[in-house]
């Protein structure tokens, strides 16, 4: 197989824990989740036989990376602390709420600028997952964009 083929998810799931919202809020995740599924790069470091499975779940407020083969063999398990994250999604939330008040009444300028905004708190977010998973999961930034929107997801209870 190639490299394509082989460093990459081929499943996320959201454990339990993560817990239930909105029919709306559970579309959004779905919607996260497919798109993640769809176009990824991502490899734990020191092992290259993927794709891989990853459960996503919650313990004491943080989040959890079980990574396991197609087969569902354990690979590894990152478990990452969620406070670094909160003022982005935040933030992430102000802005968009913003964004779709603007679409209704603004002007295409100050509905770009706002959407300006939007991305660079999304690539913030999307930086500070790659950096905090550095040296535990290679992927590429678009992959991140696609976690930071499920993480921003999870919060998000509708």
């Not at 002007?107 to 600028?113: C, L, V, Y």
């Not at 998973?133 to 991140?144: N, P, Q, S, Y």
Request: charged share 25%.
């Amino acid at each position: 197989m190639t490299a394509a083929a082989t460093q990459r998810l081929c499943d996320v799931v959201l454990d339990d824990t993560i817990g239930r919202a909105t029919p709306d809020v559970e579309h959004e995740r779905a919607v996260a989740i497919f798109d993640l599924i769809e176009e990824n790069s991502f490899e734990p470091v020191g092992h290259d036989s993927g794709p891989y499975r990853l459960n996503l779940s919650l313990i004491d407020a943080k989040l959890v990376f079980a990574i396991s083969a197609r087969d569902g063999e354990t690979i590894a398990t990152h478990i990452l602390s969620l406070t670094p994250f909160r003022r982005l999604v935040k933030d992430y939330y102000m802005i968009c709420e913003s964004y779709y008040a603007a679409i209704r009444s603004s002007t295409p300028s100050q509905i770009e600028a706002i959407d300006m905004g939007r991305r660079g708190i999304h690539n913030e977010g999307s930086q500070t997952l790659m950096d905090r998973l550095d040296g535990k999961i290679r992927m590429d930034f678009d992959t991140a964009r696609r976690l930071f929107t499920l993480v921003c997801v999870l919060h998000w209870r509708g």
